[in-house]
C-alpha cells in the first residue's frame, strides 16, 4: 500500500545545553521554524537546571507543503493556464 508522495523523514534536531528558564523560547522558535511538521519535542534533564531538547519532524505529502518556506498556506495549484490579472 502505497504512503502517497511522501518526504523523507529529517534527523530530529538537538539542542544541547538549554537553561531552565530558556526552554519554552527555545521550542517556540522550534515551532515557528517547521510549523505543521513538529512531531514531538522531547525534554531531557541532563544536570542541575540544564537540559537537552530533540524537536522531531514528520513527513508531509508534497502537495501539502507550502511553495514559500515558512507560509502559512499551500501555494495554489495551477492548472496550466493563465489567470486573467
Not at 26 to 39: A, K, P, Y
Not at 64 to 76: E, G, N, V
Request: a positive charge.
Amino acid at each position: 500500500m502505497s504512503k502517497g508522495n511522501n518526504m523523507p523523514r529529517r534527523a530530529a534536531v538537538v539542542i544541547p545545553d538549554v537553561p531552565l528558564f530558556l526552554i519554552p523560547h527555545v521550542i517556540q522558535n522550534g515551532i515557528r521554524m517547521h510549523g505543521e511538521e513538529v512531531e514531538r519535542v522531547t525534554i531531557k534533564k541532563t544536570y542541575m537546571h540544564v537540559y537537552s531538547l530533540s524537536i522531531r519532524t514528520r513527513s508531509v505529502k508534497r502537495e501539502l507543503r507550502p511553495a514559500i518556506p515558512h507560509a502559512k498556506y499551500p501555494a495554489p495549484r495551477s492548472k496550466g493556464r493563465r489567470d486573467p490579472a
